[in-house]
């Protein structure tokens, strides 16, 4: 039982640079969410999809950007790195949007120098 | 700002005492999730709440949300060292967007 799967794990990026943060689920949910992880701040949420084809931005999307080509995979991509993007990201995944409980990966840890 | 407020930000407890977190939200909570985070985790879901007036325990661990459904307390009894980390709450408030409280950080003393 996989459930969420992020990778890389851990990730130093120059500024400027761009990657991709990587985000699987085996569970056949439909929603998925990406969101970073501040000190003391709580979940911020990045973009969410609610199924294939179909992504929606959150609170905080700007500087970064989503696709959602397959029900199973949702990868993060960030473009043109700065040091604001240096956070914890976690993935998550939910049957529905509501009234079932959200899965989530264990996070990948960027810094940005 | 933050939809759920979620109060204290932090505490200290003995070992063997109770303690109380709240979660408030301004608007109605369609559901509401209590999750644990340890340090450099993923977060782990504790309970869900959906009706006024629900209350579910699991283990020390009691949750309830109000008949208004615009608050939640999360009460551990007789706590111990494992209960130690960040609660956060959760909350279905804007169409399908899941948000969060800024987490409530628990220390457990010996």
């Known amino acids: 039982n996989a459930g969420v799967t992020q990778t890389p794990k851990f990730r130093i990026l120059k500024i400027g640079q761009s990657m991709t943060l990587q985000c699987t689920q085996d569970?056949?949910?439909?929603?998925m969410y990406w969101y970073r992880q501040d000190p003391g701040m709580g979940l911020k949420l990045i973009y969410y999809?609610?199924?294939?084809?179909?992504?929606d931005k959150g609170e905080v999307p700007n500087g970064y950007n989503v696709s959602r080509s397959t029900t199973e995979d949702f990868p993060l991509r960030l473009e043109l790195a700065a040091p604001s993007q240096t956070s914890v990201y976690f993935c998550?995944?939910?049957?529905?949007?509501?009234?079932?409980?959200?899965?989530f990966g264990q996070g990948t840890r960027l810094t940005v120098v | 700002s933050q939809e759920l407020e979620q109060s204290p930000q932090s505490l200290i407890v003995q070992e063997g005492k109770n303690l109380t977190i709240n979660c408030t939200s301004s608007?109605?909570?369609?559901?509401l999730y209590w999750y644990k985070q340890k340090y450099g985790e993923g977060l782990i879901f504790l309970m869900m709440?959906?009706?006024?007036?629900e209350e579910k325990s699991h283990e020390k661990i009691t949750a309830k949300l109000d008949e208004k459904k615009q608050q939640s307390s999360l009460h551990i009894t007789a706590s111990q060292p494992s209960h130690a980390g960040i609660y956060l709450c959760?909350?279905?408030?804007?169409?399908?967007?899941?948000?969060f409280g800024a987490g409530t950080t628990v220390t457990v003393r010996a």
């Open positions: 998550a995944s939910s049957y529905t949007g509501s009234g079932t409980e959200a899965f």
């Open positions: 569970m056949n949910h439909n929603y």
């Open positions: 999809s609610v199924g294939a084809g179909i992504t």
């Open positions: 608007k109605t909570l369609y559901g």
């Open positions: 709440l959906q009706k006024g007036g």
């Open positions: 959760g909350a279905d408030i804007n169409d399908y967007k899941l948000s």
